[in-house]
């Protein structure tokens, strides 16, 4: 259990997250604080390139299965725009180029 506390302003939260592991229980606290805040920063870029790159959380698609099947296509087109590497641009750039290349 991962036990956060946050204050902003004068109020304090508090969340419990639990995590399952396939480590010993002898491992100590600091991997597994690591393990935990390298899922998130995993986590957090994904989000972040999705935001950006694809602008997700402009989309206004809301029916149906549509923004479940519309984020699936979005993680596909993700791994091939980051594994492009012969120009140094970002993945709306990158998203650009392929739109624009009529080959």
């Not at 969340?15 to 805040?37: H, M, P």
Request: contains cysteine.
């Amino acid at each position: 259990m991962v036990r956060r506390t946050r204050r902003v302003g004068g109020k304090i939260s508090t969340e419990d997250s639990y995590y399952l592991i396939s480590l010993a229980l002898s491992t100590g606290a600091q991997v597994l604080a690591r393990a935990v805040c390298s899922r998130w920063s995993v986590e957090n870029e994904l989000r972040w390139l999705l935001d950006v790159g694809f602008r997700e959380d402009d989309c206004q698609v809301r029916k149906d299965n549509a923004p479940a099947n519309l984020a699936c296509v979005r993680r596909m087109a993700l791994t091939p725009l980051k594994q492009e590497t012969g120009k140094k641009l970002g993945i709306q750039g990158k998203r650009r180029r392929a739109g624009w290349d009529t080959h």
